[in-house]
């Protein structure tokens, strides 16, 4: 099972544990370790400004990485670790698989993230915007 931080549009962020979740149109359904719908949970959809998996911000910068630093209203930033990130219809943070020049070949996205685009105020580098990366 894995740790999950729970940010409601209003009100105090709250820790869940799951092995996976995905967004209906009401609700997120919780899926068990065979990838069954759990029937003991439910998640509003219309109160949840964001759901991260815990310990995404401890993961080291790795594969030219950068560390996204997301704003959610009237909430201190949590980081990310990506390489790129989408923002239609909710927020989709992406890691690049690259051949040998650094060039992507492919996009796959970091698993266990839900963020919706309307609760975001910012997502900026933490090392500043325009910056060099190698």
Do not use: W
């Not at 996204?68 to 990506?82: E, G, I, M």
């Amino acid at each position: 099972m894995r740790k999950f931080t729970v940010y409601p549009k209003e009100g105090k962020e709250f820790t869940i544990e799951a092995f996976k979740f995905e967004p209906t149109a009401d609700g997120f359904v919780f899926l068990d370790y065979a990838d069954r719908p759990a029937t003991d949970s439910f998640l509003s959809l219309h109160n949840i400004a964001a759901i991260i998996p815990d310990g995404i911000s401890e993961e080291r910068e790795r594969d030219r990485m950068i560390c996204f630093l997301v704003h959610l209203k009237d909430r201190p930033p949590f980081k990310v670790y990506a390489h790129s990130f989408h923002s239609e219809p909710t927020v989709s943070f992406m890691y690049h698989h690259q051949d040998g020049y650094g060039a992507p070949i492919s996009k796959i996205p970091v698993d266990g993230i839900y963020i919706l685009l309307s609760e975001v105020v910012a997502i900026l580098p933490s090392d500043g915007i325009g910056v060099y990366r190698r």
